[in-house]
């Protein structure tokens, strides 16, 4: 699972830096085609199975954009954005790898986890510290489901119907 994750990090980048340097943006040409020199070398890198000179490769553009002073140029994301983005993209390889079974097994589970999330979410009169719980435990599910780790998934709904009983919320 985590090779996934990191092959969607390596996507999304390629997919970023393809969609910026296909756009005519009037900046610089000579950086750009610095960039998409080092872009095709990442491709190439990823493609020989080298993912981290790949990483490093798309760091470097990056550092090179942001030195050139390109605006419109990718700005590496916080590392938030980036899990989020990767997530993302993650979920899509790994939903094309998975039994259909296992699949319907993770959808039943998120659209519980998503209705008793809310309910929680919107119940009046929680405190801050059983809302930080709903948020983590939320975070933790979601995490399981990308990953296809139903038990785990299942773990956290049940914490976090637990929540509702105790908060007089419906799960």
Known sequence: MYEIMLDAELSKAFDVWSGYLDARTGEDP???ARLRSTLRSAREAAAADDPESARALVAEMYDAAREAGLPWAPVLPGPCAADRQARDYAKDELREVLPVHLREELDSIAIYLSVTGRRLRTAP???T???Q???YITARAGMALDLAQPTAARRELERL???ARRCGVEP
């Open 125 to 127: 009169g929680l405190d």
């Open 133 to 135: 719980d709903i948020l």
């Open 30 to 32: 000579q950086a750009r």
């Open 129 to 131: 510290a059983t809302r």
């Open 161 to 163: 119907k637990g929540i």
